[in-house]
């Protein structure tokens, strides 16, 4: 397992500090003193979304690390829990889904950073009729930061797509293969070997992001054995004994990466919250102010188009295009309410022209010539009226249509750009979260999840 420094980690967890506390307090703003156009679904919409930022915040102020289990029925997820605390807390049992709902636990541990690790018990997820129980588990795979699947023994279909569809929340995964107390020697090893093939193997994009030493083998509640028992008189009985437990691999384990990596990974989870939370404002936003936002790039596309049309200088025509654009990426922000300064502006106009290919760079390039030539053609209109006047307006009209088509495509790509959620500067969520994923070394665990963080 990689190591992250623990002065690096304290830069990551400040920096998600700060980020988050900026993004409140730019939204806050909003909430407080809303635009005119702001509708109340989207001031309630925005003020949710707030929430689940704070919430975030909170946690990382906290030092809360949260552990959630899953796996399906009768697997020994609440004998895990237990045994990890060393106190029999949560109630187990032989009968299917003894765990009828989510139940925090508090454990200390003995880390080098002082922090609370709450662990959770989750329903079985695979539980019939348990539909709302297994959508809850899943919004509680969402708020964990590490998340451990039990199962015991061979893995099932069943458990492998639960694993997938974990997965999805971007979380370590560490599979618990409990209940080894139960298979012989050679029993026990194969399973284990089948199950580090079963992970090594595949090449599907769904498939867990496992390494071999992700899979880590206890007994969280050995069942009872006969053992001998021989007395001072002679006499030998045979009485039923429960050993104790062997919890010290996934101890160990988690000891191991939360030490090594575990603020990074707090970090990380609250500026992915933030993230989404900024997101979907947007998407809100977007999606509440559809028609004025077309009604937008419309109108500075007919605008960019006749003033090029008009304007006789080239080299003006290429700045004054590039000038209507970044204003009106701008405008749309505002219109949004979502902030935006002209040097973010500028990045994002810059983005967009390039991202495409160097199509539209291409078309600023277009529009330069024919801005050459409609500028020859105004010089050679002062000669021969009749004959310059037409080459003019030949080429005033190609150029405007150019003109007007780019900026209709910028404004349409700024509109998916500003959904998305932009940066906001060097301490944007976005910014925070892609330099941690740059900084962490390759045999980290955070760095096995950077493909699926970087592509939501």
Request: glycine share 8%.
């Given at each position: 397992m990689?190591?992250i420094?623990?002065?690096?980690?304290?830069?990551h967890?400040?920096?998600?500090?700060?980020?988050l506390?900026?993004?409140?307090?730019r939204?806050?703003?909003?909430?407080?003193?809303?635009r005119?156009?702001?509708?109340?679904e989207l001031?309630?919409?925005l003020k949710?979304d707030?929430?689940?930022?704070?919430?975030?915040?909170?946690?990382?102020?906290?030092?809360?690390?949260?552990i959630?289990?899953?796996?399906l029925?009768?697997?020994g997820?609440?004998a895990?829990v237990?045994?990890?605390?060393g106190k029999?807390?949560?109630?187990?049992?032989?009968?299917h889904?003894?765990?009828?709902?989510?139940?925090?636990?508090?454990?200390s541990?003995?880390?080098?950073?002082?922090?609370?690790?709450?662990l959770?018990d989750?329903p079985?997820?695979?539980?019939?009729?348990?539909?709302s129980?297994?959508?809850?588990?899943l919004e509680?795979?969402?708020?964990?930061?590490?998340?451990?699947?039990?199962?015991a023994?061979?893995?099932?279909?069943?458990?492998?797509?639960?694993?997938s569809?974990?997965?999805?929340a971007h979380?370590?995964?560490?599979v618990?293969f409990?209940?080894?107390?139960?298979?012989p020697?050679?029993?026990r090893?194969?399973?284990?070997?089948?199950?580090?093939?079963?992970?090594?193997?595949?090449?599907?994009?769904?498939r867990?992001?496992?390494?071999p030493d992700?899979?880590v083998?206890?007994a969280?509640?050995p069942a009872?054995?006969?053992v001998?028992?021989e007395?001072?008189?002679?006499?030998v009985?045979y009485e039923?004994?429960?050993?104790s437990?062997?919890?010290?691999?996934?101890?160990?384990k988690?000891?191991?990466?939360?030490?090594?990596?575990?603020?990074?990974?707090?970090?990380?989870n609250?500026l992915?919250?933030?993230r989404e939370?900024?997101q979907s404002?947007?998407?809100?936003?977007?999606r509440?102010?559809?028609e004025?936002?077309e009604?937008?790039?419309?109108k500075?596309a007919?605008?960019?188009?006749?003033?090029?049309?008009?304007?006789p200088?080239?080299v003006?025509?290429?700045?004054g295009?590039?000038m209507?654009?970044l204003?009106?990426?701008?405008?749309?922000a505002?219109?949004?309410g979502?902030?935006?300064t002209?040097?973010?502006?500028?990045?994002?106009?810059?983005?967009?022209l390039?991202?495409t290919?160097?199509?539209?760079?291409?078309?600023?390039?277009?529009?330069?010539l024919?801005?050459v030539?409609?500028?020859?053609s105004a010089?050679a209109?002062a000669?021969?009226s009749f004959?310059?006047?037409?080459?003019?307006?030949s080429?005033?009209?190609?150029?405007a249509?150019?003109a007007?088509?780019?900026?209709?495509?910028?404004?349409k790509?700024a509109?998916?750009?500003?959904?998305q959620?932009?940066?906001w500067?060097p301490?944007?969520?976005?910014t925070v979260?892609?330099?941690?994923?740059?900084?962490?070394?390759?045999?980290?665990?955070?760095?096995?999840?950077?493909?699926d963080?970087?592509?939501?």
């Amino acid at each position: 397992m990689g190591l992250i420094p623990l002065g690096i980690q304290d830069i990551h967890y400040q920096r998600a500090k700060t980020s988050l506390r900026q993004l409140i307090q730019r939204y806050s703003k909003t909430l407080r003193s809303p635009r005119p156009n702001t509708s109340i679904e989207l001031q309630a919409a925005l003020k949710t979304d707030l929430n689940q930022v704070n919430y975030a915040l909170d946690k990382l102020n906290a030092n809360l690390v949260r552990i959630a289990v899953f796996g399906l029925v009768s697997r020994g997820k609440s004998a895990v829990v237990n045994a990890l605390i060393g106190k029999k807390l949560v109630p187990t049992g032989p009968l299917h889904g003894v765990t009828q709902f989510p139940r925090s636990l508090y454990w200390s541990m003995e880390l080098s950073e002082p922090v609370t690790v709450e662990l959770i018990d989750t329903p079985g997820i695979d539980e019939v009729g348990g539909q709302s129980r297994a959508a809850m588990a899943l919004e509680i795979a969402h708020d964990a930061d590490l998340i451990l699947f039990v199962i015991a023994g061979d893995i099932t279909r069943t458990e492998y797509h639960a694993l997938s569809e974990l997965q999805a929340a971007h979380k370590p995964l560490i599979v618990v293969f409990n209940k080894t107390d139960l298979y012989p020697d050679q029993d026990r090893a194969a399973i284990y070997q089948k199950l580090q093939d079963l992970f090594q193997a595949s090449n599907s994009p769904t498939r867990p992001f496992l390494q071999p030493d992700d899979i880590v083998l206890v007994a969280a509640e050995p069942a009872p054995m006969q053992v001998r028992v021989e007395w001072e008189d002679g006499r030998v009985t045979y009485e039923r004994e429960t050993p104790s437990p062997d919890i010290e691999p996934l101890k160990n384990k988690l000891l191991a990466l939360l030490n090594q990596e575990g603020k990074s990974l707090l970090a990380l989870n609250a500026l992915r919250q933030g993230r989404e939370a900024e997101q979907s404002i947007a998407a809100k936003s977007l999606r509440l102010n559809q028609e004025a936002g077309e009604e937008l790039v419309w109108k500075f596309a007919r605008w960019k188009a006749a003033a090029v049309a008009l304007n006789p200088l080239a080299v003006l025509d290429v700045m004054g295009g590039l000038m209507t654009d970044l204003v009106m990426i701008r405008s749309l922000a505002q219109l949004y309410g979502l902030p935006m300064t002209r040097y973010e502006a500028g990045k994002l106009l810059n983005t967009i022209l390039w991202s495409t290919g160097g199509v539209l760079a291409g078309e600023v390039g277009s529009g330069l010539l024919l801005g050459v030539g409609k500028s020859a053609s105004a010089v050679a209109s002062a000669f021969d009226s009749f004959g310059g006047l037409m080459a003019y307006s030949s080429a005033a009209i190609a150029q405007a249509t150019l003109a007007g088509y780019g900026s209709y495509r910028v404004g349409k790509a700024a509109q998916i750009y500003l959904e998305q959620g932009c940066t906001w500067g060097p301490d944007g969520v976005n910014t925070v979260l892609q330099n941690i994923l740059e900084e962490v070394d390759r045999d980290t665990v955070i760095h096995r999840l950077r493909r699926d963080l970087e592509e939501t």
